[in-house]
Each structure stands twice: as C-alpha cells, then as structure tokens.
C-alpha cells in the first residue's frame, strides 16, 4: 500500500508541474498578444523558456545525481520556473522585454527538472521489476500534461492572460510542494575513491554505450516529427478548406498516444526487449504519419483517414516513450543516470523546435510532401536504428550497468 501511495503522490506531483510546463507556451503567447506586442514576441517568450532545456540538462542532471535528496532539488527547481511565470506576466509590457527574457531563460534553466530529471526519480520509488510498468504511467502523465495543460491555458486567457499566468505558476508550486514530500528512494552509493560525476559525465555515459546512444538518437529525431506536426495539420487543414482541422488532428494524435501509453503501463516489455520496441513502435509511428500523405486531398472522405493515420501514429508513441525510458533506465551507469535522462530531455524539446523550423520551411511544399517528411523523420530514424541495432548486438550483446548499491530512505 505504501509504495501505491508513493507512486500515486509522484503522479499528483508530476501532473501539476508538467502542466505548467505544457501550459506556458500558450500562455507566454497569449501574455504578448494582451499585451499589444503581437504573436512575434509570443515566439520569443516560448524560446526564451525552451531553448535552455538543452544547455541546461546536464547541469540539472549534476545537481541531481550529487544531491542527497534529489527530490527536494527537483522541487526547488519546479519552483523557480513558477516563479519565473509569475514575474513574467506582471513585468511584460511594464519593463523592457530584454528583462522579461531574462527572467524566462532562468526558469527555462529550470526545466528540464519537471521531466527528465523527475523521471530518473521515479526509478528509485518502485521496486525494478515494476519499472517498466512505472516508465508507462509517467508515458501517460506527459501526455496527460500535453493535452490538459495548454486547454487550460486557453481556457484561463479568455478570463485574462494574466489570471493564466499565475494559474500555471501556481501548479508548479503546488507540485513542487507535493514532489519536495517524496521519499528519497534508493540511491547511487559512491564508493570512497570515486569521482562525483562531472557535467560532461552523462554525455560520455552515452556515447560510450552504443545501444543507448542509439536510443537517444532516435528519440531526439522523432521529435522533430512531434514538433513539425501541428504545422504539417495546419497544411493539411488549409487545404481541405476545414480550417478547425488543425484542432481535430492533433486531439486525434493525443488521444492516440494516451492509449498507446495506457497499452504499455497494461503489457510492459521486459527490459532487455526496450531498446528493440523503441525502435519498432518508431517505424510504425512515423510511418503511420507518412502515410497520411497518401490521403490527403483525394476526396472529402480521406479527412477521416488522414485523422485515423494520425490517430494511429500517435498511438505508436505511447510504448515508444515507455521503452526510452525503460532503455534509459537499464543502459544508463547509476553514478550519471539523471544526467542521461535530463540530456536526451533536453536535446528532444530542442528537436522538438526544430521540428517545429523545418515544417515551416517546407511550407512552400505540397501537403502531401510536407507529411510525408515529417512522418519520414521518425520511420527512417526508426529503421537506422534497427539497422544499427542489429550490428551492435550481433558483435557483442549490449552490457547492462552492475547492479548499483543503494540505499532506501524514507
């Protein structure tokens, strides 16, 4: 019962601060355009909060794997990108912008704290066999966050920009209080002549283990697919006249994902099968993408088909997410496990932008052709993958990291 209460406290604390997270963006937008400054200081708003993710990851992977109580610095974190919301509304359009940016890059500093760094917490709070089942209900929290946190945004902005504001700031302080009250779990005991790790410490762990380098090449460029694809909806939604489209085809690529999520918390793989799921549930996603260029435009019935394909692709990213984390999990020496958590976190948000860059790139392309690259990202990552998963483990099978030695606090 303790550990189900334990895990249930993760989940509350978890939801709030990834709402926030998810809800920001939309607020920062609406922030600027109340404000009279328009969409375009919107865009810089949401890259002053993102970009740091991936400069900052390491560093936030130090401080985690260093401290004694790793929950209290991810709580301490979740409070300072709070507080940085909350400054921001008050201060935009009443102090220079430069400021408002300021203040948005610190908390962006402290983002990668509400995800990867949170997640390599959860592994220390149930026992490992129930690992993998434990990486699918956080599959289910992140999307959870993706779908509830910006519907909330929007639905608190037509109060006032502002109310939304400190509405997201306000869950990530409530959850950071209900992180801040976790147990310790195990933790990496480090032996008397080792090193504390460095901030390069995580990177090295990656490259160094070619099956997990693999994994957190793959996931960084399905991404790119994520974030390329409300622009990609919005293509396909101008050009079917339907312009509410756009709304219809990225619900159906969340709800897909929900329950493929739900599909892997039900059935896990077992660990040692992670890395192999990845790569396969990242074929069938982008291929169920790219195949919605094959639909689109043919006749008024193919919009239901290009939103079931959606649907379809989304679904395939729940496991994806869910062998990541478990792949993560395994591969990952002990001593740096936060650090290679909250790198590959912070290299997909940046994908994730870039994605985002290179579908309004291709803009100028037909729709069929903007779809097809955006699903192509992840289907041809995904079978690179399988192909250099395949050598590597015909040489020699992938070493698991020893056992660390823990200690359980409560």
């Known amino acids: 019962?303790?550990?189900?209460?334990?895990?249930?406290?993760?989940?509350?604390?978890?939801?709030?601060?990834?709402l926030a997270d998810e809800g920001a963006r939309v607020t920062l937008v609406t922030l600027a355009v109340d404000s009279g400054r328009g969409p375009g200081l919107g865009g810089v708003l949401i890259a002053a909060l993102m970009v740091p993710h991936v400069l900052a990851g390491p560093a936030v992977g130090v401080l985690t794997d260093r401290s004694r109580r790793p929950q209290r610095a991810i709580a301490a974190l979740a409070l300072g990108f709070g507080l940085s919301l909350a400054l921001a509304a008050p201060l935009l359009g009443r102090a220079p912008d430069v400021l408002v940016v300021a203040v948005l890059v610190a908390g962006g500093c402290c983002g990668p704290a509400l995800t990867g760094a949170l997640t390599s917490h959860l592994s220390g709070l149930v026992p490992e066999a129930q690992l993998p089942?434990?990486?699918?209900?956080?599959?289910?929290l992140y999307n959870s966050a993706a779908i509830g946190g910006p519907?909330?945004?929007?639905?608190?902005?037509?109060?006032?920009?502002?109310?939304?504001?400190?509405?997201?700031?306000?869950c990530a302080a409530l959850g950071a209080l209900v992180l801040a009250a976790l147990p310790t779990g195990r933790r990496h005991v480090r032996a008397a002549h080792e090193e504390p790790p460095s901030v390069s410490a995580g990177l090295r762990a990656v490259v160094a283990e070619p099956v997990l380098a693999v994994v957190t090449f793959t996931s960084t460029l399905e991404m790119v697919t994520l974030g390329a694809l409300p622009v990609v909806a919005a293509g396909v939604a101008v050009s079917t006249g339907r312009t509410g489209l756009t709304g219809v085809l990225m619900t159906?690529?969340?709800?897909?994902?929900?329950?493929?999520?739900?599909?892997?918390?039900?059935?896990?793989?077992?660990?040692?099968?992670?890395?192999?799921v990845s790569m396969l549930t990242l074929v069938a996603s982008g291929a169920g993408f790219a195949a919605a260029a094959a639909v689109v435009g043919r006749s008024p019935a193919s919009v239901a088909a290009v939103a079931v394909l959606f649907a379809l692709g989304g679904f395939a990213t729940g496991p994806f997410m869910g062998a990541i984390f478990t792949a993560r999990q395994t591969l990952s020496p002990p001593a740096v496990r936060a650090q290679v958590f909250t790198l590959s976190a912070g290299l997909r948000t940046t994908a994730g932008a870039g994605g985002a860059l290179l579908a309004a790139g291709l803009s100028g392309l037909?729709?069929?052709?903007?779809?097809?690259?955006a699903g192509g990202c992840s289907a041809v990552g995904g079978a690179v993958g399988l192909a250099v998963l395949r050598r590597v483990t015909s040489r020699a099978p992938a070493a698991v990291p020893e056992r660390e030695a823990v200690r359980t606090s409560r």
């Open 151 to 170: 519907a909330a945004a929007a639905a608190l902005a037509l109060i006032d920009a502002r109310v939304g504001a400190y509405a997201m700031a306000g």
């Open 133 to 140: 089942r434990a990486f699918g209900l956080d599959s289910l």
């Open 366 to 373: 037909p729709v069929p052709a903007q779809v097809l690259v």
């Open 1 to 18: 019962m303790r550990g189900a209460a334990t895990l249930a406290q993760y989940a509350t604390g978890a939801v709030l601060v990834r």
């Open 252 to 276: 159906c690529t969340a709800a897909g994902s929900l329950l493929g999520s739900l599909a892997w918390t039900v059935r896990p793989q077992p660990p040692e099968r992670a890395p192999l």
